[in-house]
Structures are given as structure tokens and as C-alpha cells.
């Protein structure tokens, strides 16, 4: 039968022994960066391409503060990508200090085999990010797509064009990297002066 911390404490206390006191290790909490400007990360979640970024709200034009794919070779295990996903988000927290994270919502599939691997992948991400205690919040893929091209069926490549244009990007970003940082453009744009819906947390 386990006990917790508090009656371990008790019970050493009335054997008079002076056992070393068990704590519960704080988790970090994010920080915000110079002036309180919100930091925004945004995750597109995916076993073997999970795309991240990361942006700094500003007075003009959002900041893109970082961006990429954590990338997982077909012949990996999934427990091995699953590993790199949540190490990786981790680092990327701890460097960039984001104050609120956006992940994709869940999407219908046809495949539940494919719908359990996506259901992992986006497990991993919610851990690390979890971990640091950030709010947390979704957003279906159309609802971005409608934000960022005003079309909710659009192609990732319109997305990672418009995305491009707004972050006024030197170059095209990859698929994964464009969705991740629509997410974070999306979220900035309904939690604004002029948002109509509040955003869902979880």
C-alpha cells in the first residue's frame, strides 16, 4: 500500500529519528521576456514530423523567435520518437520561455491505427509543455487554416506562404514548421483586442 509525503513525514516524526524530509520537486514556471510581451508557442504534433514555433508578440509585426520539425526516421521505434518530442519541446521551452502554448485539436480518422500513433505523439508534446506549466490551449486545423488564408480547406502550402508573408520570413518554412506557427498567429489573433471567441484550454 503506498502512503504519501505528508504521512512519510508523520510517521518518522513519531519515531523520533531524523529522516531526511521528502519534498516534491517544483516544476519550472515560464517567464516572461522584456517588457511582459506574450511568447507563443505553437505545436503540430505528429509521430514522425512534429513541427514547432515560436513567436514574440510586439507592437508591429510578431517575432518569430524559433521554428523547425522534430524529425523521426521511419525505422525508429515509436517509443524513440515519442522520447525526442518530448526531450526536444523541452529544450526549446527552456530556451525561449513561452508564456501560453497552442497545440492542433484532435481531427477525424478513418484509421484508428493512425488516429492511436497521432493520439501518442500529441502525449508526448502535452507532457513536456505540461511540465512547465503552461496554459494550454487547441485549435481545430480548419479553424486555422480559416484564420491565416480565409479558406478552411486550404493546402499547406498556401498556409506556409501566408505564414511566410506575416512573419516576413527569408525563406518559405517547412509544412510541420508553417502549421505550428500558424497556430501561434491564430491564437494571437482570437485572444486580441478584436477576438470574438475565447480560445478552448486545456
Same mark, same amino acid.
Given at each position: 500500500?503506498?502512503?504519501?509525503?505528508?504521512?512519510?513525514?508523520?510517521?518518522?516524526?513519531?519515531?523520533?529519528?531524523?529522516?531526511?524530509?521528502?519534498?516534491?520537486?517544483?516544476?519550472?514556471?515560464?517567464?516572461?521576456?522584456?517588457?511582459?510581451?506574450?511568447?507563443?508557442?505553437?505545436?503540430?504534433?505528429?509521430?514522425?514530423?512534429?513541427?514547432?514555433?515560436?513567436?514574440?508578440?510586439?507592437?508591429?509585426?510578431?517575432?518569430?523567435?524559433?521554428?523547425?520539425?522534430?524529425?523521426?526516421?521511419?525505422?525508429?521505434?515509436?517509443?524513440?520518437?515519442?522520447?525526442?518530442?518530448?526531450?526536444?519541446?523541452?529544450?526549446?521551452?527552456?530556451?525561449?520561455?513561452?508564456?501560453?502554448?497552442?497545440?492542433?485539436?484532435?481531427f477525424y480518422a478513418q484509421n484508428l491505427q493512425t488516429a492511436?500513433?497521432?493520439?501518442?505523439?500529441?502525449?508526448?508534446?502535452?507532457?513536456?509543455?505540461?511540465?512547465?506549466?503552461?496554459?494550454?490551449?487547441?485549435?481545430?486545423?480548419?479553424?486555422?487554416?480559416?484564420?491565416?488564408?480565409?479558406?478552411? /480547406? #486550404?493546402?499547406?502550402? @498556401?498556409? =506556409?506562404?501566408?505564414v511566410q508573408r506575416m512573419l516576413n520570413l527569408p525563406e !518559405?518554412? $517547412? +509544412?510541420? /514548421? #508553417?502549421?505550428?506557427? @500558424?497556430? =501561434?498567429?491564430?491564437?494571437?489573433?482570437?485572444?486580441?483586442?478584436?477576438? !470574438?471567441? $475565447? +480560445?478552448?484550454?486545456?
Open positions: 500500500m503506498g502512503i504519501t509525503i505528508q504521512q512519510f513525514n508523520q510517521m518518522t516524526a513519531r519515531l523520533g529519528k531524523r529522516a531526511p524530509t521528502a519534498k516534491t520537486p517544483a516544476l519550472p514556471l515560464p517567464r516572461r521576456r522584456t517588457g511582459g510581451r506574450q511568447i507563443i508557442l505553437g505545436v503540430d504534433p505528429s509521430l514522425r514530423g512534429t513541427g514547432y514555433g515560436v513567436i514574440q508578440l510586439t507592437a508591429a509585426t510578431p517575432a518569430t523567435l524559433a521554428q523547425g520539425t522534430i524529425s523521426c526516421p521511419a525505422k525508429w521505434e515509436r517509443s524513440r520518437c515519442l522520447a525526442k518530442i518530448f526531450q526536444t519541446l523541452r529544450g526549446v521551452i527552456r530556451e525561449h520561455r513561452p508564456t501560453v502554448c497552442v497545440i492542433e485539436g484532435l492511436l500513433i497521432m493520439g501518442e505523439a500529441r502525449g508526448a508534446a502535452l507532457a513536456a509543455i505540461a511540465e512547465a506549466g503552461l496554459e494550454i490551449y487547441e485549435l481545430a486545423p480548419r479553424k486555422v487554416k480559416q484564420a491565416i488564408v480565409g479558406y478552411g /480547406a #486550404a493546402q499547406k502550402i @498556401a498556409v =506556409a506562404k501566408m !518559405l518554412p $517547412a +509544412p510541420d /514548421a #508553417a502549421d505550428a506557427l @500558424a497556430l =501561434a498567429l491564430t491564437h494571437a489573433q482570437e485572444t486580441g483586442r478584436f477576438g !470574438l471567441t $475565447a +480560445p478552448r484550454r486545456i
